[in-house]
């Protein structure tokens, strides 16, 4: 079992620049494939990014490409989301989310833990 812990969530400017991270507790850090998720008020959560075990292999939704960044460090037990050229759009609380298949997977349905979420609030 794995429990995540989400921050560096805020207000920013549109055109600004975030870096979200999530800390998680046990050993089995390195056993997940590891996502991000986001909420925006009044809508389903989607799928935001997603990275392998060994971090070698990253994936993310077409609405942040190339401007948003997954990484992960095993040794701190650490994932983070670098969050560049923000737009409103990108309003939500973020989640952060362990997933065991191993294949990368965008479905909610096969991330088996959550943290609580970070707000991130993009003013136009």
């Known amino acids: 079992q794995v429990q995540l812990v989400e921050s560096g969530g805020g207000l920013v400017q549109a055109g600004g620049s975030l870096r979200l991270s999530c800390a998680a507790s046990?050993?089995?850090?390195?056993?997940?494939?590891m996502g991000w998720f986001r909420q925006a008020p009044g809508k389903e959560r989607e799928f935001v990014a997603t990275?392998?075990?060994?971090?070698?292999?990253?994936y993310v939704a077409r609405s942040v490409k190339g401007r948003f960044t997954i990484s992960r460090d095993n040794a701190k037990n650490t994932v983070s989301l670098q969050m560049n050229s923000l737009k409103p759009e990108d309003t939500g609380v973020y989640y952060c989310?362990?997933?065991?298949?191993?294949?990368?997977?965008?479905?909610?349905?096969?991330?088996?833990?959550w943290g609580q979420g970070t707000q991130v609030t993009v003013s136009s």
């Open positions: 990275i392998s075990r060994s971090g070698d292999s990253t």
């Open positions: 989310a362990a997933s065991a298949p191993d294949l990368l997977r965008i479905e909610m349905n096969e991330y088996a833990y």
């Open positions: 046990g050993r089995t850090f390195r056993s997940y494939n």
